[in-house]
């Protein structure tokens, strides 16, 4: 089966790419996942595209992601979860899309959420450091604030 990726895939390739994988492997997990789409005439168009966005989102070498890295630790994220008690324990966790989501409204870069590394669940109010995956050599460990909404 011919697909065309819109993420990323470990051993496989990056978004933008045409790929040949077993029927079952591209239809049961990589197309309801959303990480890739059925190549065609049609979908080969939009390949430019995916790869302009891709580029757009990317981190283009260590200098760039050493910029990243001080323009986030710039800034201070705030992000406003929904509290159980008055205690500040949260309904659920506050997830990587959040924390993502509270970056780009503090005026941060966009950040993909898989980029971001927690190192275990935030389920209380409070502060909270998280590492955010720029290159292989670069990480950069910010503070993110959750306060308790009711």
């Known amino acids: 089966m011919k697909l065309i990726l819109t993420a990323p895939v470990e051993k496989l390739g990056i978004a933008g790419d045409v790929v040949e994988v077993k029927d079952g492997y591209g239809r049961?997990?990589?197309?309801?996942?959303?990480k890739?789409?059925?190549?065609?005439?049609?979908?080969?168009?939009?390949?430019?595209?995916?790869?302009?966005?891709?580029?757009?989102r990317e981190i283009r070498g260590i200098e760039h992601a050493n910029e990243v890295k001080k323009q986030l630790e710039g800034i201070?994220?705030?992000?406003?979860?929904?509290?159980?008690?008055?205690?500040?324990?949260?309904?659920g966790a506050v997830t990587a899309a959040d924390i993502a989501k509270?970056?780009?409204?503090?005026?941060?870069?966009a950040?993909?959420?898989?980029?971001?590394?927690?190192?275990?669940?935030?389920k209380l109010a409070g502060s909270h450091v998280v590492g955010i995956k720029l290159h292989e050599?670069?990480?950069?460990?910010?503070?993110?604030n959750?306060?308790?909404?009711?």
């Open 76 to 91: 201070e994220v705030t992000y406003a979860a929904q509290a159980a008690s008055a205690e500040g324990k949260l309904f």
């Open 28 to 34: 049961n997990f990589l197309m309801p996942q959303g």
């Open 36 to 56: 890739a789409i059925r190549w065609t005439r049609g979908a080969e168009k939009q390949i430019e595209g995916i790869k302009r966005a891709r580029d757009a």
């Open 111 to 122: 950040i993909d959420k898989r980029s971001i590394e927690i190192a275990k669940p935030i």
């Open 137 to 144: 050599a670069v990480t950069a460990h910010i503070p993110v």
């Open 146 to 150: 959750v306060t308790a909404a009711k």
């Open 102 to 109: 509270a970056i780009k409204t503090a005026g941060g870069p």
